[in-house]
């Protein structure tokens, strides 16, 4: 089974600053992905950024980005210049290829002050 | 192209009911998997659905059940509700291979009484 951790069950960020979300994972795939996403109060989870696992390069997807470090099983999520809407919940989630199913962690919680 | 659409957004239920929940993926996705999230136990896993067979399930007792359909719909189904059955639950759409992003409707908050 895949463990996830978050360490972080909550931060808070000044507007406009960067702040790194922290996710270690414990997966025994040799293939898997990894996802972030957001979650606002309304519930809905909003996709935000994938790495692969055999991805040269992080990923980064506008003012998202991935510090991956494969051999520490380790994807840290990077907000650059935040905003007030970006307070919500966060979720990293690896999928293994050898199954079809996200597995979550318990989220951080991030707050985003004017 | 429309994202993924989940009925009801609200229900209200009593203890020992049942109640049926619908899923509508992104055209072209065949892949469904349903999520349930409690404050409790977070996010977790119920099953997913592609080209109408069940091809992974979590660990979540006989109640709760699933299907799919030809046009890739999928509904789920809990019998005889009990109060810990009160959560939202979301299902997403994908292609179907196993590293696929998922794409999530906006769930559907059960409240059992």
């Known amino acids: 089974a895949q463990k996830i951790t978050q360490t972080q069950p909550g931060m808070f960020v000044q507007e406009k600053e960067a702040v790194t979300l922290d996710c270690t994972y414990d997966t025994s795939d040799p293939s898997y992905g990894l996802f972030w996403y957001k979650q606002p109060s309304s519930g809905e989870m909003i996709f935000l950024i994938y790495q692969g696992s055999y991805d040269q390069q992080n990923a980064t997807e506008g003012r998202y980005s991935l510090n991956f470090q494969k051999a520490r099983k380790s994807a840290n999520l990077v907000i650059s210049a935040s905003q007030l809407g970006d307070s919500a919940m966060y979720f990293c989630a690896p999928s293994g290829a050898g199954s079809y199913q996200l597995t979550f962690g318990k989220g951080t919680k991030l707050s985003v002050i004017p | 192209k429309a994202g993924v659409t989940q009925t009801p957004r609200y229900l209200i239920k009593t203890r020992g009911q049942q109640v049926t929940l619908s899923c509508s993926p992104i055209s072209g996705h065949r892949s469904v998997s349903w999520y349930q999230q409690t404050p409790g136990q977070g996010l977790q896993f119920l099953f997913e659905?592609?080209?109408?067979?069940?091809?992974n399930k979590g660990n979540f007792p006989g109640r709760f059940s699933g299907r799919q359909f030809s046009n890739s719909r999928s509904e789920m189904n809990v019998s005889t509700l009990e109060l810990g059955d009160s959560a939202l639950y979301l299902c997403?759409?994908?292609?179907?291979?196993?590293?696929?992003?998922?794409?999530f409707g906006p769930g559907t908050r059960l409240t059992v009484l």
């Open positions: 659905y592609f080209s109408e067979t069940q091809r």
């Open positions: 997403a759409s994908s292609i179907g291979t196993p590293v696929d992003t998922q794409y």
